[in-house]
T-cell receptor
Framework: NAGVTQTPKFQVLKTGQSMTLQCAQD?????MSWYRQDPGMGLRLIHY???????DQGEVPNGYNVSRSTTEDFPLRLLSAAPSQTSVYFC?????????????FGPGTRLTVT | GDSVTQMEGPVTLSEEAFLTINCTYT??????LFWYVQYPGEGLQLLLK?????DKGSNKGFEATYRKETTSFHLEKGSVQVSDSAVYFC????????????FGEGTQLTVNP
């Protein structure tokens, strides 16, 4: 199992450009999420999905779009990049383990917007 | 809304020292509590979890006990190693939020030989 994979690892964008961060998992997990990590703020949820075709907003969704056409893939789209979106982005997938969900994280994408 | 507060960092210890990283939470229901660890350049890995009051999670010598009366989930290890150097995140998920996690700000731990 590759687990959760993310591409690219690093990306530099100019303000106003758009791009898609890719995320894939091969564990057949129903749930997938996108987080951003900023210094001193932990991780904040951007968007999440509870299954193919179902997505919802998290804590900081503005400026980002998602779709979930298959169980395996959950891409994150930046519509018009802004310097405030400079961050490290983590994708996670999870399954229900009794009373809690076990989340598996990808290695992250470090994005810089100039 | 839900929130998680961790002790201010960074924390620097010598090898074999005792570690405590404090974590307190605010939640409306009965959350599950987690500690995640992030090694340099990597994603987060689940370290341990507890799903109800008085549960103790443990893994790799780390322990944390779910204390509902003090809304805390402090991480402890009796003897740290250089390889424990990492960032540690406390997190919670509510029954109603399913897979969604609320994270603390993270605590950087450095262990010197």
């Amino acid at each position: 199992n590759a687990g959760v994979t993310q591409t690219p690892k690093f990306q530099v964008l100019k303000t106003g450009q758009s791009m898609t961060l890719q995320c894939a998992q091969d564990m057949n997990h129903e749930y997938m999420s996108w987080y951003r990590q900023d210094p001193g703020m932990g991780l904040r949820l951007i968007h999440y999905s509870v299954g193919a075709g179902i997505t919802d907003q998290g804590e900081v969704p503005n400026g980002y779009n998602v779709s979930r056409s298959t169980t395996e893939d959950f891409p994150l789209r930046l519509l018009s990049a802004a310097p405030s979106q400079t961050s490290v982005y983590f994708c996670a997938s999870s399954y229900s383990s009794g009373a809690a969900f076990e989340q598996y994280f990808g290695p992250g994408t470090r994005l810089t917007v100039t | 809304g839900d929130s998680v507060t961790q002790m201010e960092g960074p924390v620097t210890l010598s090898e074999e020292a005792f570690l405590t990283i404090n974590c307190t939470y605010t939640a409306t229901g009965y959350p599950s509590l987690f500690w995640y660890v992030q090694y340099p350049g990597e994603g987060l890995q689940l370290l341990l979890k507890a799903t109800k009051a008085d549960d103790k999670g443990s893994n790799k010598g780390f322990e944390a006990t779910y204390r509902k009366e003090t809304t805390s989930f402090h991480l402890e290890k009796g003897s740290v190693q250089v390889s424990d150097s990492a960032v540690y995140f406390c997190a919670l998920s509510e029954e109603t939020s399913g897979s969604r996690l609320t994270f603390g700000e993270g605590t950087q731990l450095t262990v010197n030989p």
